[in-house]
């Protein structure tokens, strides 16, 4: 089992609990606890107390003060666990990436024609060009500029259906440590040695270059202010005791301080987010920052697309409408020998329309037959073959290359046909043998599987689609409805984009943009979550936050749900870790200066055996509940579909009322066991 397997398969492996260790005694550095104050004023009470109890200055019994300082360094360490576990789970990710780049070597091309040598991968500088044959390992991120391939991406996306590669359009951009399983392709490295897609995604899994979003800057001004307050509240208590001529030893006031504070949420604040992003990694979606996850959750409007995105980005033959007279097998055959030498997605699924659809069993050029190219200049294609000469392309090219047929009752029949299929949103082909016309091919962008439920479903999670393309209004408005998206952008330009994505968000709201061309790149940099695809070029992968490595726009839905656990767990651990903080105070205070001042005993409703049974008991459950929580740090809150009050009735009556209860039941079971065996 491989490391990457290991980690899914559990939070608590040895492989991953061993360097987890050794990293919660690393982060014992105060100059890293100094991101996270709250432990770090742990720390300094834990050497405090250290310091007492080898200076002999402590007071109450050695033991009482030797079981304290045990269990806050315990606490320190406990979170600092949590910390190096969700990290630990990354580099496992990470571990698993390596693997795929070890050891990988190139054919780089060098001279005229086709000579190759063999060379490392790590001496290929942008701009080379390698030959990667079948069975070979794509050594280098670029595109490909030659040929096509069926490529297995299993070692990046985690899926074993191959994909295919090819030069030209949205499908050119290949992966290093992905393998070419049939055919050949030549490919254009578009990566520096060190600066490639792997390369980016092993800093990234491995945290190194993870920062603190807004929301987790925002909290921690609030656990240090928590903090200041309960130090403040703490620091009082020797001149209340003074007035009921009483003294409160320094070690029950700092382990008292250390009860107060949210311990518990600072401790796993880090977890939290650090296992926000490797949940989008194993989900195979690598988010690029923290507040690109974070953001993820509170998303208004998703932008698509159309071509590579909503539909699978080549458009294919669905339908043969002879003109009248022509039978459908007819038009069929010749729409399939003008379309054999067209080695285009449009051309290859025409050929392949009429062999399944209409049994033409005609796959090779004939003898002594020419291809007619397709040029810009003329827009059309075909076959001579003796006297019979084929055509195929657009309408008006047809027509433009058979003057005679202008005015003819045969051109008024196809333009009625092609008119339908545009207004069906298709595009129209028409099909000539020697100045006659026989009909019109239908092409149509084929929409992704399951598009228009998964839209559905984005609806009801309260996020607008709206569907962005080049095409003329008629024909987006039919793709629209048939992916049922809420809205649609026609004849966008990159500019159009930006202005749709501002304008958006200047009315308050969070957009998603979901891309793959290079046309888009702008859009995904402005949007505040740009999902760019895999299969896409190197520029729309470069500008978004976001790359999900199945191209699968839809996906959307499971990254909204993701960003939403992320917030739903944070919230959740910082509602129970503030209501803890509550019920210990009410729970300990009593305890503690009953002797002071007698009238707090009727209070004291937890029976606590002494004031040292109550403060270690509490340090104890404060120590205990930190690793308890991790499993909820690393996995989060399950996410389901809700308004924001039930969301936050279900966060209070779980975790609120989970919080004030814990902290009564888990100090008064510590309490019988430490008094039952004379801990204190």
């Known amino acids: 089992m491989s490391q990457t397997q290991t980690a899914r398969s559990s939070l608590f492996t040895w492989d991953l609990i061993r360097p987890a260790i050794w990293g919660a005694v690393k982060k014992l550095d105060p100059r890293t606890l100094a991101r996270n104050p709250v432990m770090l004023t742990t720390e300094v009470v834990a050497i405090l107390l250290t310091l007492l109890l080898i200076l002999g200055l402590g007071a109450g019994s050695i033991g009482f ?113 992905t393998r070419v399983i049939s055919d050949q392709i030549k490919v254009r490295i578009t990566a520096e040695p060190g600066q490639g897609f792997i390369d980016r995604m092993i800093a990234l899994v491995e945290g190194a270059e993870r920062q603190k979003t807004p929301n987790e800057i925002a909290l921690t001004i609030l656990l240090v202010g928590l903090t200041i307050i309960f130090l403040i509240a703490v620091s009082t208590i020797p001149a209340f005791a003074a007035y009921a001529q009483g003294i409160v030893p320094v070690p029950l006031l700092a382990a008292l301080l250390i009860t107060l504070i949210p311990t518990t949420i600072a401790a796993l604040l880090s977890a939290v987010g650090i296992a926000g992003m490797d949940r989008m990694v194993r989900f195979n979606v690598l988010a690029k920052s923290g507040r690109a996850v974070e953001a993820a959750g509170d998303v208004d409007v998703l932008l698509l697309d159309k071509t590579g995105t909503v539909t699978v980005g080549d458009r294919h033959a669905t339908e043969f409408r002879p003109m009248s007279g022509i039978s459908e097998a007819s038009l069929a055959e010749a729409a399939n020998l003008a379309s054999l030498a067209d080695e285009t997605p449009e051309g290859r699924s025409i050929v392949a329309l009429a062999r399944e659809k209409y049994g033409v069993t005609t796959t090779l050029m004939p003898d002594g037959a020419e291809a007619i190219p397709f040029t810009a200049q003329t827009r059309l294609s075909g076959l001579k073959h003796g006297d019979m000469e084929l055509h195929k392309g657009a309408v ?23 008119d339908e299929i545009a207004r069906a949103g298709g595009t129209p082909l028409a099909v000539a043998r020697n100045g006659s016309l026989l009909g019109v091919i239908h092409l149509k962008d084929i929409l992704k599987a399951g598009m228009r439920e998964r839209f559905g479903e984005l609806r009801r999670m309260g996020i607008r689609t709206v569907m962005i393309t080049g095409d003329n209004p008629l024909t987006a408005a039919s793709i629209a409805a048939e992916a049922g998206v809420d809205d649609f952008l026609a004849e966008a330009t990159p500019e159009d984009k930006l202005a749709l994505i501002r304008k958006e968000q200047t009315g308050g709201r969070l957009v998603a943009m979901c891309g793959d061309g290079t046309n888009d790149a702008p859009a995904l940099a402005q949007s505040d ?76 409703i937890m029976r606590l055996s002494s004031p040292e049974s109550a403060i270690l008991s509490a340090i104890i459950f404060n120590a205990l509940i930190i690793p308890l929580l991790v499993p909820l740090a690393l996995k989060g809150v399950r996410y389901r579909p809700a308004s924001a009050g039930d969301l936050l009735r279900r966060n209070l009556s779980v975790y609120g009322l989970g919080g004030l209860i814990a902290p009564f039941i888990g100090i008064k079971l510590i309490d019988l066991v430490v008094s039952g065996t004379g801990l204190v």
């Open 65 to 177: 003060q030797l079981q304290l300082v045990a269990w806050l360094w315990l606490t320190v360490l406990f979170g600092n666990f949590a910390e190096s576990l969700a990290e630990g789970r990354g580099k496992a990710q990470a571990a698993s990436l390596r693997d795929t780049k070890a050891q990988l070597w190139a054919k780089r091309l060098v001279g005229v024609g086709d000579v190759c040598e063999k060379v490392p991968a790590t001496q290929l500088a942008a701009g080379e060009v390698v030959l990667v044959e079948t069975g070979d390992l794509i050594p280098a991120d670029g595109e490909v500029i030659e040929g096509v391939a069926s490529v297995n991406e299993a070692a990046i996306t985690g899926e074993s259906a191959p994909v295919i590669r090819e030069a030209g359009g949205d499908r050119s951009a290949v992966t290093a440590g």
């Open 396 to 418: 008006d090219s047809i027509l433009k290359a058979h003057p005679a047929l202008e005015g003819s009752e045969g051109a008024a029949e196809i333009r009625r046909i092609s």
């Open 529 to 604: 979550v740009g999902i760019a695809m895999n299969t896409g070029t190197q520029a729309a992968r470069e500008a978004g936050n976001m790359v999900d490595l199945d191209s699968d726009p839809t996906k959307l839905i499971e990254v909204v749900g993701l960003g939403k656990q992320l917030l739903m767990t944070r919230g959740a651990l910082t509602t129970f870790s503030i209501a803890n903080d509550v019920a210990k105070y009410f729970a300990i205070i009593p305890a503690i200066f009953v002797a002071l001042y007698p009238s707090l005993g009727a209070l004291n």
